[in-house]
């Protein structure tokens, strides 16, 4: 055989690996764009317990066609708080035995007809879908082209491979290694899948390979559960840059597939014999079954054994990775997700809402540090808390300057006009909680400045700040319970009626400083007052704004 051939072999093996990557990925995106948001709510919602959690890693991995999407999703998703590292793991097991749908839809539809011939009416029909704006089926019908592209390309690999057998004279050469041969096969298995980040394609070669007589029963077997640990590769690449439990999420995967991949290599002699008792005829007759019913049952197996044990293997993973610092670091990193981006655009703005919430906790927890300087007159607020004021609005800062970057770059993606509209909504909200972070640093230095320059207010004046505070906090509170969520008519009057009570509070405060000034009362401590209680009610001012945008909130 000539150079020529050999390359033109390899190059169209390539290509048909290539098409049916590209295939499976407009399958997936193309699902996610037609129920996007009932695929997000499957996660949070369908993970209250270990059953329903498999059920939803298992279907939700059945209809997007990869288990390397739906563990980027939940460790992104345990990364932004939304689902706890117990809920994660069930899914992720779940996801393992939803991955084998791929192996039957080959076996069952690959070989046996010619698929091939539908499928390119099958991207028509997919194509005419997209292009007809009025129908509003845009991502169906990118599914439906995938769906097609998957099997005009399983043909053509078949026709690459067994182009020539000779072209893979290797393969055999491997198998006659006697006992190394299994080894070789399961590293073979991780480092293909690891390379193209999909089992499910890894599956479909081998079937195809074992099909065309290249790949022997129990070297085949040993590949399709070396691919089960390559597949961990996007869960490891989506945990980089996460925080601790997005990295035990990822541990979760990596442990669980090596440990039920190492089983079954060392039982393999009893495992492909159990296969062959439950799928009837020869092996050599009926390969394509056997190979998925493997892959169906040593997922099957592997998550029917450590389901019960999911308690303690979070444990595990807490006790080789330590959590998070729980005080806010020097400095604030929020990068983009690719990888996350590219499985589902929805992902990094759930992402981003998450980090909302977090710049609402930490404006909460700066505004509880000045009640404690308004209650306590005796200067540990100087002491105790007004370096902390410091820091959180400069880490508040900067926050409000990446996130904005982020969620710009949220607008460049595949978005729905919904999905745009709510981006706007968190850019608009995390300006003003910026800006209540220097309105509590004002009020921060104004209580030092009362400290260290010992002005004092008669008793009930001061006061009658308490309750005034009080309203701030009580707005500052709602503002806090519903961030991210759509305020309705009601909860907007709600809010309003708070800020008018702010607002003549305000007046009535101002007044009662203007009085003591007209008795000749202390300017600089009376103006202080005043521009106490003017900060205050900028507070009120900015969680009503804020209330208003997400009134906003579709």
Same mark, same amino acid.
Request: hydrophobic fraction near 45%; proline fraction near 2%.
């Given at each position: 055989m000539n150079v020529s051939t050999i390359l033109s072999t390899i190059l169209q093996i390539v290509g048909s690996l290539c098409f049916l990557l590209y295939g499976m990925k407009m399958m997936s995106d193309g699902i996610q764009k037609?129920?996007?948001?009932? !695929?997000?709510?499957?996660? $949070?919602? %369908?993970?209250?317990?270990?059953?329903?959690g498999l059920l939803t890693g298992c279907l939700l991995t059945m209809i997007i066609q990869s288990?390397?999407?739906?563990?980027?999703?939940?460790?992104?998703?345990?990364?932004?708080?939304?689902?706890?590292l117990g809920q994660s793991i069930s899914v992720i097991f779940g996801a393992n035995i939803g991955t084998t749908i791929t192996a039957w839809i080959v076996a069952l539809f690959g070989f046996n007809f010619k698929i091939s011939a539908f499928a390119i009416p099958l991207f028509g029909l997919g194509y005419i879908l997209t292009i007809i704006k009025k129908w509003n089926h845009q991502g169906i019908g990118q599914a439906v082209m995938g769906f097609g592209m998957l099997f005009i390309a399983l043909e053509w690999l078949s026709g690459a491979i067994s182009l020539n057998a000779?072209?893979?004279?290797? @393969?055999?050469?491997?198998?006659?290694?006697?006992?190394?041969?299994?080894?070789?096969?399961? !590293?073979?298995?991780?480092?293909?899948?690891?390379?193209?980040?999909?089992?499910?394609? %890894?599956?479909?070669?081998?079937?195809? +390979?074992?099909?065309?007589? !290249?790949? #022997?029963?129990?070297?085949?077997?040993?590949?399709?559960?070396?691919?089960?640990?390559?597949?961990?590769?996007?869960?490891i690449?989506?945990?980089?840059?996460?925080?601790? &439990?997005?990295?035990? #999420?990822?541990?979760? $995967?990596?442990?669980?597939?090596?440990?039920?991949?190492?089983?079954?290599?060392?039982?393999?002699?009893?495992?492909?014999?159990?296969?062959?008792?439950?799928?009837p005829g020869k092996v050599e007759d009926n390969i394509t079954y056997h190979i998925a019913m493997l892959h169906t049952l040593f997922n099957v197996v592997g998550t029917t054994i450590f389901t019960p044990f999911i308690n303690q293997i979070g444990k595990l993973t807490e006790l080789l990775i330590k959590s998070d610092e729980k005080s806010l670091p020097t400095m604030y990193k929020f990068d983009f997700p690719e990888k996350?981006? &590219?499985?589902?655009?929805?992902?990094?703005?759930?992402?981003?809402?998450?980090?909302?919430?977090? %710049?609402?906790?930490?404006?909460?927890?700066?505004?509880?540090? !000045?009640?404690?300087?308004?209650?306590?007159?005796?200067?540990?607020f100087v002491t105790d808390h007004f370096d902390n004021l410091l820091h959180e609005e400069d880490y508040l800062d900067q926050m409000q300057e990446q996130l904005t970057k982020y969620l710009l770059r *949220?607008?460049?993606?595949?978005?729905?006009?919904?999905?745009?509209? &709510?981006?706007?909504? %968190?850019?608009?909200?995390?300006?003003?909680?910026?800006?209540?972070?220097?309105? *509590?640093?004002?009020?921060?230095?104004?209580?030092?400045? +009362?400290?260290?320059?010992?002005y004092f207010f008669p008793k009930e004046d001061f006061d009658r700040l308490l309750p005034y505070l009080?309203?701030?906090?009580?707005? @500052?509170?709602?503002?806090?319970?519903?961030?991210?969520?759509?305020? #309705? $008519?009601?909860?907007?009057e709600f809010a309003n009626e708070i800020e008018s009570q702010i607002d003549k509070e305000r007046k009535a405060l101002k007044k009662i400083a203007r009085t003591r000034l007209e008795s000749g009362a202390n300017v600089k401590a009376e103006l202080l007052y005043i521009d106490l209680v003017r900060q205050i009610e900028k507070i009120g001012d900015r969680c009503f704004s804020i209330a208003e945008q997400l009134s906003l909130t579709k």
């Open positions: 037609s129920a996007g948001e009932k !695929l997000q709510a499957a996660l $949070h919602f %369908m993970t209250g317990n270990r059953f329903t288990s390397g999407a739906t563990t980027v999703m939940v460790v992104s998703f345990v990364n932004a708080g939304l689902i706890s000779d072209t893979m004279s290797f @393969l055999p050469a491997i198998q006659e290694l006697g006992g190394w041969s299994i080894p070789i096969a399961m !590293l073979l298995g991780i480092l293909i899948t690891a390379l193209i980040h999909s089992s499910s394609a %890894m599956t479909a070669i081998v079937i195809t +390979m074992a099909y065309n007589r !290249l790949l #022997t029963w129990e070297f085949s077997a040993a590949i399709i559960i070396g691919s089960n640990i390559g597949s961990t590769i996007d869960s690449m989506a945990a980089f840059g996460g925080n601790a &439990n997005a990295k035990r #999420t990822a541990l979760v $995967h990596v442990l669980f597939n090596c440990t039920t991949a190492l089983l079954a290599i060392c039982l393999l002699k009893p495992f492909t014999t159990l296969v062959d008792i439950i799928v996350a981006a &590219n499985e589902s655009p929805a992902i990094p703005v759930i992402s981003a809402q998450n980090e909302v919430g977090r %710049m609402a906790d930490v404006a909460v927890q700066m505004f509880d540090r !000045l009640q404690y300087g308004f209650m306590d007159r005796s200067g540990r *949220c607008e460049q993606m595949n978005i729905d006009d919904k999905t745009r509209s &709510n981006i706007n909504v %968190m850019i608009a909200i995390t300006s003003e909680l910026e800006s209540m972070s220097d309105d *509590c640093l004002s009020i921060g230095v104004y209580i030092k400045r +009362m400290t260290e320059k010992q009080e309203l701030a906090r009580e707005l @500052l509170q709602f503002i806090y319970k519903n961030i991210n969520k759509e305020l #309705t $008519h009601d909860q907007l």
